[in-house]
């Protein structure tokens, strides 16, 4: 090959038409091995990234709605029972008195029951709600951990029935009077307040011993009338017996069931019929129930469990343990620290008086002040479950002024 042919062959072969289908018949090859693998882990890393990123926005954005939730149910709870208290004419207590009342609520089939060890708060008239005061350093008013309760039981004025409004037929004789109206009221945990035949949903997810969800139930009696009231109507000398028909008349239109002597201790004499004669009720009669509900209207589902809290106790084999940070019980304690032995008149209730274990579980209540303006302190401790799982929590504290006459 002479020098001519050389140089014409090197030409050629780096001509760009040459170097382009050297490019093609490369790029026709494929990637590496190597290539393929680094490609694809950095694909996985950045999905993994995305994903991860995703999931805790996720988590976190359920949690704090969840704690937005249980802020909302707690809040208009026990504002709930404020509104009620404000219409309070007697406030029951865990006494002889009290528990007598609180045995006479009637329960029908399949109507959620109080948990056990429920109890009503015991009213100390020179107490105090605050903790800081105890009888160590405050001997006239102190607060006593052992008389918080888990229940509120009370009478409303529900309101007042005039025989002249409601259009009673009344002999000349006889003038047209005003009647008190009442109900009574009771709020306690239940933990089996789902519909008739349905399971109670289980707080399982990430503790240690299942347990059933906690509600607060409303239970509302039906309507009672102020015996003394209609009692003292009826012995009026012009009133005729066609008048006390009238009258019973109307008040049954208006869903009266039964009369009702308020202030009366023994609750076997405190009821009778509505009728002429305003015979007595029988001994076993139970206090007539209009409507039962849910305080706080959430609905469990398999995605959020919501609940009122159950103890919290440090040590996680515990029969009581709730994994949660807020102290649960707050204020109930079986044996407070300090040495009230010296108070005259001892404390009530006396120490050990409620059980060791659940109780009072995430709903205190504490009655203390005279009787003309009794101050009712109610704590509550709610929980929900999302199902990552994580527990959210929410602690709300609310006083509120009754009489009790």
Not at 42 to 64: D, E, H, K, P, Y
Not at 289 to 308: D, E, G, H
């Amino acid at each position: 090959m002479n020098l001519r042919e050389r140089a014409t062959r090197i030409m050629m072969s780096t001509s760009p038409l040459n170097a382009e289908r050297d490019a093609c018949r490369r790029s026709n090859q494929g990637f590496s091995l190597v290539e393929a693998l680094i490609a694809i882990t950095i694909t996985l890393t950045i999905l993994s990234l995305v994903m991860s990123f995703a999931f805790q926005s996720w988590r976190n954005q359920s949690f704090v709605a969840t704690q937005s939730q249980l802020k909302q149910h707690a809040e208009s709870g026990l504002f709930k029972i404020s509104n009620k208290l404000a219409e309070a004419k007697i406030l029951f207590e865990e006494d002889t008195e009290g528990t007598a009342y609180r045995n006479k609520i009637a329960f029908a089939a399949g109507q959620p029951t109080p948990v056990a060890n429920t109890y009503l708060p015991t009213i100390r008239g020179s107490g105090s709600v605050y903790q800081e005061r105890n009888c160590e350093a405050d001997a006239q008013q102190f607060f006593w951990a052992p008389s918080v309760g888990n229940s509120l039981f009370f009478t409303t004025l529900e309101g007042i029935f005039d025989m002249e409004v409601s259009n009673v037929s009344l002999s000349a004789t006889a003038l047209p009077q005003v009647l008190d109206l009442y109900r009574f009221k009771y709020y306690y945990l239940s933990d089996n307040y789902s519909p008739p035949g349905g399971q109670p949903i289980n707080i399982s997810r990430n503790i240690l011993s299942p347990r059933p969800a906690l509600q607060i139930m409303d239970w509302t009696s039906a309507l009672y009338v102020d015996y003394d009231q209609l009692k003292s109507f009826f012995d009026l000398p012009g009133v005729t017996s066609s008048d006390k028909s009238a009258v019973i008349s109307k008040l049954s239109e208006a869903n009266v069931v039964a009369v009702w002597k308020k202030g009366e201790a023994n609750p076997n004499q405190a009821f009778f019929n509505l009728n002429a004669a305003l015979s007595s009720k029988a001994g076993s009669y139970r206090i007539q129930n209009a409507q039962i509900t849910k305080l706080m209207p959430w609905t469990n589902s398999s995605s959020t469990i919501y609940s009122v809290a159950y103890n919290r106790d440090v040590v996680e084999g515990s029969p009581t343990f709730f994994k949660i940070k807020s102290q649960v019980p707050m204020f109930f304690d079986n044996e407070p620290p300090e040495d009230c032995g010296t108070i005259n008149p001892a404390p009530e209730p006396p120490v050990n008086s409620r059980p060791d274990t659940d109780y009072p579980l995430g709903f205190e209540v504490a009655i203390v002040g005279p009787n003309s303006g009794r101050t009712v302190h109610m704590h509550l401790t709610l929980v929900g479950q999302t199902n990552h799982p994580q527990i959210a929590e929410h602690v709300h504290s609310l006083s509120a002024y009754a009489r009790d006459l």
